[in-house]
């Protein structure tokens, strides 16, 4: 089994920055993408940005030009950089990580979130 733990998350001013880091342990060679969602209070969850064991990656409009995620695959470690952080990005952060054996899909595995809050 895999766990996810994301850790970075707090407080900033409009205009700042932040970095989350998720970091992976257990069976972390079946992880093929990975992910970052959020939830912000009442209302669904959302993607913010995907990348691949290789390193391609994908990033919602909403984040695009602001938000980096990258992956280090030899730490296990996935993050995402925040700059020019919003008010409308404060949420709940979680990271997500899709596992397979045999090249069939396993599990959906999900951190446990970390807060971001944007102050105006």
């Known amino acids: 089994q895999v766990q996810l733990v994301e850790s970075g998350g707090g407080l900033v001013q409009a205009g700042g920055s932040l970095r989350l880091s998720c970091a992976a342990s257990?069976?972390?060679?079946?992880?093929?993408?990975m992910a970052w969602y959020r939830q912000a209070s009442g209302k669904q969850r959302e993607l913010v940005a995907t990348i691949t064991r290789g390193g391609t990656t994908n990033y919602a409009d909403s984040v695009k030009g602001r938000f980096t995620i990258s992956r280090d695959n030899a730490k296990n470690t996935v993050y995402l950089q925040m700059n020019s952080l919003k008010p409308e990005d404060t949420a709940v952060y979680y990271c997500?990580?899709?596992?397979?054996?045999?090249?069939?899909?396993?599990?959906?595995?999900w951190g446990q979130g970390t807060q971001v809050t944007v102050s105006s």
């Open positions: 997500h990580a899709e596992t397979y054996g045999l090249g069939v899909k396993l599990n959906d595995i």
């Open positions: 257990g069976s972390i060679l079946s992880i093929r993408d």
